[in-house]
């Protein structure tokens, strides 16, 4: 909300600036320069603007699962990569933090959402600003609500070549094969292709 009013005031006092100009015979030429600074950055606030709204947009219809909404982003190769910028407020009453649209993927488990964005090369390896989760990462986090979609989330990043470097594995594992008691048998090979991509990564489970 505040940004928008930046905007508008910037727009508005560019467009007195250039009013005045027009009308002035006095520092014309400085006039303008003024106005025409101002008319271009309350321009790029409002492509700025516009961006993160289609962000916001396609982060929510991800978290829904909403796959046709997704799919027309992905066909409007909406950007995977950006991340809306949340305000104070929201972000203090809503606990959320800046994450582009494969990040959200990721983070809720959307296992099928990411297979479907794969093709459109995203930065499987772009860190959020705020803890400097990865996508790998942030899919870890949602292993304890939906652990058989994270391991299989899990699976398409490694596949991708997600860099591992950064993950404590030793803490990783032993929730890992607790989680797996919990699963149905038919989701027993998400867990199956996971121990299978992290050994192709010379990444071995020591409890199997």
Request: hydrophobic content about 45%; proline content about 6%; glycine content about 4%.
């Amino acid at each position: 909300m505040l940004k928008n009013i930046v905007g508008m005031i910037m727009f508005i006092v560019g467009l007195i600036l250039t009013i005045v100009f027009l009308v002035c015979d006095r520092n014309k030429w400085t006039i303008l320069v003024w106005a025409l600074v101002l008319l271009l950055l309350s321009a790029i606030r409002t492509v700025m603007d516009i961006r993160d709204k289609r962000s916001k947009k396609f982060c929510d219809a991800i978290r829904e699962n909403d796959t046709d909404t997704v799919q027309k982003f992905l066909q409007k190769k909406t950007s995977l990569n950006h991340a809306a910028t949340p305000n104070l407020i929201s972000k203090a009453a809503n606990g959320a933090w800046p994450l582009s649209p494969f990040q959200t993927a990721c983070r809720y488990g959307r296992a099928d959402i990411v297979k479907n964005m794969m093709p459109y090369k995203p930065p499987v390896d772009q860190a959020e600003p705020y803890f400097g989760f990865t996508p790998l990462g942030l899919a870890m986090l949602n292993f304890s609500e939906r652990p058989a979609d994270s391991a299989e989330v899990m699976t398409v990043l490694l596949n991708a070549g997600a860099a591992t470097d950064d993950i404590d594995w030793s803490k990783f594992f032993p929730d890992l094969l607790r989680w797996k008691k919990q699963i149905s048998p038919d989701e027993e090979k998400k867990f199956t292709d996971l121990l299978t991509a992290l050994k192709e990564r010379g990444i071995e489970c020591p409890f199997v």
